[in-house]
């Protein structure tokens, strides 16, 4: 990390933070756990503690901003992606998988248990 000549770092930008925090919800999403975070923070950033856990922290508010949304709207976009994923399935000779799809859907829209 580029330092000052007081030897203090150089503040990030915050096109930096915003890519830093990015790649920490990322690393959250899949299930790096605080140690892990920490130590590639340090290693790739040259971070402290608190400044990695400043990143975990906003990274974990953008995450719960993610899904936070409406029933309906969650439940439209979960059937246009089996609708999706069942359509590619059919065109593969996946039958098995677009089955799959079609009764996921039947149990989201709650025509059957």
Not at 46 to 66: H, N, P, T, V
Not at 95 to 108: D, F, Q, T, Y
Request: charged share 30%; glycine share 6%; aromatic share 6%.
């Amino acid at each position: 990390m580029a330092k000052r000549k007081d030897g203090r770092p150089y503040k990030s930008t915050s096109a930096e933070v915003h890519m830093r925090v990015n790649r920490v919800a990322r690393m959250l999403s899949n299930g790096a756990v605080r140690s892990e975070i920490v130590q590639y923070s340090a290693k790739e950033w040259g971070l402290s503690l608190r400044q990695a856990d400043e990143y975990i922290k906003k990274a974990r508010i953008l995450l719960a901003e993610d899904w936070e949304i409406d029933r309906r709207t969650f439940t439209a976009e979960l059937l246009s992606q089996l609708a999706s994923l069942q359509k590619d399935s059919r065109k593969n000779g996946q039958g098995h998988i677009a089955l799959g799809c079609i009764n996921s859907a039947a149990k989201i829209a709650q025509i059957m248990n």
